[in-house]
C-alpha cells in the first residue's frame, strides 16, 4: 500500500474530533461575558473583542501556514495546534491579560485546523472528500450547539472558570486521540510539492468573495441576530433559544451539502440553494412579524443557508484541487482575506444600527452582500478545477 493512503485507525475519529475543536471554544463564550466582565471588573462592552480575535487570527495566519505544514507534515502541525489550543482555553480563567492572549492562542490553533483539515483528508482519504467533509462539519455544528448550551448552566452552578476549564478539556482529550496519527506523518511528501501559486489565480479570488463574503453573514447572524429577535419583543431566554436553534438547524446542511458537492456534475444549484435561504431569511427578518415561531423559522433558514456556504467551501478546497499541496495553497489564501472581511460583518453591521436606531438598513447591507456571495460562488463554479 502506498504510504501516502496509510493512516492511523484513529484518524477518522480524530477527524470528528478536530471539527469540534473548530468553533467550540469561541462560540461558548458570549453566552457568559457578562460573567466574565463581572468578575474582571470591566465593562461588558470591551468583551466583544473575544469573537473579533479569532477571526483577525484566522485571516492574518491562514497564508503562512502552508509552509508550516511542508516543514512539519500535517499531522504533527495539527497535534502542535491541539497543545496551543488546550493551552490557549486554560489561560483564559487567570486574569484579563491572559484571557485576551488565551484567545490570541484559541484563534492562532483553530487557523491551523482551518487550513490543514480539508488538505488531511485530501492526503489521506481522497476518495471520501464529500463524507469526511460532512463529518467534521456536522462535529463543528453539534458541538457549537453544545457548548453553547451547557457552559451557562455550569457556569452558574460552578462559576465561569470551572465551565471554561471544563471546554478546555476537549482539545486535550482530542491531542491524546490524535497521537497515534503522527506515525502516519506526511512531511516528506508535503515538502517536495509546495503547491500552485493562488493569488494569480482568478477563480481563487472569487472563491475568496465567495467564502468571505458568505462568512460576513454568518458571524453577522452569530453576533446580531438574538439582538435583532429582542428587538422584535423577544424575551433574553427566548432570543438565547433563538440562537441555539441557529446552531442546530445548521447541521443538516454542514451534513448534507458537502456530499451532495461530491456527487453532482453541476454544482451551481449548491450555490443558488443556499444562497436564495440566506436571502428569504434575510427579507423575513424585515418584516413587522414579532414571534417565537416567526424567528424559529428565520433561525431555520440563515442556520441552512450559512451552514451550507461553509461547509460547501470547506468542501470546495479539496474538490477544486489535485493534491494536498495545492489543498493546503487554496485554503490557506482563501481563509486569509476571506476571515478579515468576515471580521468586518459584525461591526458594520452593527455600526449601522446603532447609527439608524433600528435594522431594515443593516439588514439590506446584508441582503446585497448575499448577492455578492451568490454571484462569486457561480463564478468559482464556472469550471471544474481551481
Not at 477518522?12 to 453566552?31: E, K, N, Q, V
Not at 502542535?80 to 490553533?109: D, H, K, P
Amino acid at each position: 500500500m502506498n504510504n501516502s493512503i496509510r493512516h492511523s485507525r484513529l484518524l477518522i475519529p480524530g477527524i470528528f474530533l478536530l471539527g469540534a475543536c473548530m468553533r467550540t471554544p469561541i462560540t461558548s463564550i458570549p453566552s457568559i461575558v457578562k460573567e466574565i466582565a463581572q468578575s474582571f471588573n470591566i465593562p461588558e462592552t470591551s468583551l466583544g473583542i473575544l469573537t473579533t480575535i479569532p477571526l483577525l487570527c484566522f485571516g492574518l495566519f491562514s497564508v503562512v501556514i502552508p509552509a508550516l505544514s511542508r516543514r512539519w507534515g500535517n499531522e504533527v502541525t495539527i497535534a502542535v495546534s491541539l497543545a496551543l489550543l488546550t493551552i490557549g482555553s486554560w489561560l483564559r480563567i487567570f486574569n484579563y491579560s491572559m484571557l485576551i492572549w488565551g484567545t490570541i492562542l484559541v484563534g492562532v490553533a483553530i487557523t491551523f485546523i482551518n487550513v490543514l483539515l480539508p488538505a488531511l483528508i485530501t492526503d489521506n482519504l481522497p476518495s471520501r472528500v464529500g463524507s469526511m467533509t460532512s463529518l467534521y462539519n456536522v462535529a463543528l455544528s453539534l458541538f457549537s450547539a453544545i457548548g453553547a448550551y451547557v457552559i451557562t448552566p455550569l457556569a452558574q452552578a460552578a462559576g465561569w472558570h470551572f465551565a471554561v476549564t471544563i471546554l478546555s478539556l476537549l482539545p486535550l482529550v482530542t491531542l491524546l486521540l490524535w497521537l497515534p496519527n503522527l506515525r502516519f506523518n506526511h512531511r516528506d511528501r508535503q515538502t517536495a510539492a509546495k503547491g500552485a501559486n493562488m493569488w494569480k489565480n482568478p477563480r481563487a479570488w472569487a472563491m475568496l468573495v465567495y467564502f468571505g463574503a458568505s462568512s460576513f453573514i454568518f458571524y453577522t447572524v452569530v453576533a446580531w441576530l438574538p439582538a435583532m429577535a429582542e428587538s422584535a419583543g423577544m424575551s433574553h431566554s427566548s432570543a438565547s433559544v433563538i440562537a441555539s436553534l441557529f446552531q442546530l438547524f445548521s447541521l443538516p446542511a454542514s451534513f448534507l451539502v458537502p456530499v451532495w458537492a461530491a456527487q453532482l456534475q453541476r454544482r451551481q444549484v449548491l450555490v443558488l440553494g443556499t444562497g436564495i435561504l440566506v436571502i428569504i431569511g434575510t427579507v423575513f427578518l424585515t418584516l413587522p412579524i414579532h414571534n417565537f415561531v416567526y424567528y424559529a423559522l428565520i433561525s431555520a433558514l440563515l442556520g441552512l443557508g450559512t451552514a451550507g456556504t461553509f461547509s460547501f467551501t470547506m468542501a470546495l478546497f479539496s474538490l477544486k484541487t489535485t493534491n494536498a499541496a495545492d489543498t493546503s495553497s487554496l485554503s490557506g489564501m482563501v481563509q486569509s482575506l476571506g476571515y478579515l472581511l468576515a471580521a468586518l460583518g459584525p461591526v458594520v453591521i452593527g455600526q449601522l444600527k446603532a447609527s439608524t436606531s433600528n435594522w431594515l438598513l443593516s439588514e439590506i447591507v446584508m441582503l446585497i452582500v448575499t448577492i455578492v456571495f451568490i454571484v462569486a460562488g457561480l463564478i468559482t463554479e464556472k469550471q471544474k478545477l481551481i
